[in-house]
Structures are given as structure tokens and as C-alpha cells.
Nanobody
Framework: QLHVVESGGGLVQPGGSLRLSCAAP????????VGWTRQAPGKERERISC????????DDAGSLKGRSTISTDKSKTTVYLQMNSLKPEDTALYSC???????????????????WGQGTQVTVSS
């Protein structure tokens, strides 16, 4: 598992968009899967999306299905989560993780809080 840093969160109005970033400082993400989860206060962590960079496979059947896109930049140093049509209920701490295991295994650790990064706060409010 790589140490990761999330960024890009903030305050956005309902219907707005945000792009979150996940990077492993000094590391290349080309050989790992990178997943995103979120956790709202008092709620269980939810899976959002995962990209398996070695194969290009994407699992985006999570909580933002149809409203998010996961991608990796050409240099394979940053994974992005583009989120659109945001709703107040999307307010949460968004975290990523990177590991050499496939997405199915990585996202199986959704409920293991210690596995995920410190996160970036997304607040959707008018």
C-alpha cells in the first residue's frame, strides 16, 4: 500500500462539480489500483470508484454512479475523481487508497478506516 495524499475538496453549490486528486508523493501509480471512498459524519464509509492502472479496468458502481468519472493522468502520478451534479447528501470526507491488489480486493477494504488516506472534505451547500 502506498502513502497517498488527497486534494481538491471544498465548498460547492448543489448542482456544481469538483475534481479531486489522489497522488502518492514521489511515486508512480502506473502499477497499482487506486480507489476512492467517502464517509459522512455518523455514517459508514461508502465505496465510490476504483481504477486498476495496470489493466485500465474501472469499477464505478459506487455511491456516485453516473455522476463521477475516475481517471489517471498521462504521467501516471495522479488519479482524479471528477464529480458532477453534486447534492447536499454528497457532503463527506473523500479518501483514496493505492495498492498492488485488484480493485475488487482494494474496494473490499472500504470499511477498514485505517486503509484509507486522511481525505479531503467536500461540502455541498447553498
Amino acid at each position: 500500500q502506498l502513502h497517498v495524499v488527497e486534494s481538491g475538496g471544498g465548498l460547492v453549490q448543489p448542482g456544481g462539480s469538483l475534481r479531486l486528486s489522489c497522488a502518492a508523493p514521489g511515486k508512480n501509480l502506473g502499477a497499482v489500483a487506486v480507489g476512492w471512498t467517502r464517509q459522512a459524519p455518523g455514517k459508514e464509509r461508502e465505496r465510490i470508484s476504483c481504477i486498476d492502472n495496470p489493466t485500465g479496468a474501472i469499477d464505478d458502481a459506487g455511491s456516485l454512479k453516473g455522476r463521477s468519472t475516475i481517471s489517471t493522468d498521462k504521467s501516471k502520478t495522479t488519479v482524479y475523481l471528477q464529480m458532477n451534479s453534486l447534492k447536499p447528501e454528497d457532503t463527506a470526507l473523500y479518501s483514496c487508497a493505492a495498492d498492488t491488489v485488484p480493485c475488487a480486493v482494494l474496494m473490499g477494504a472500504t470499511t477498514v478506516d485505517a486503509f484509507w488516506g486522511q481525505g479531503t472534505q467536500v461540502t455541498v451547500s447553498s
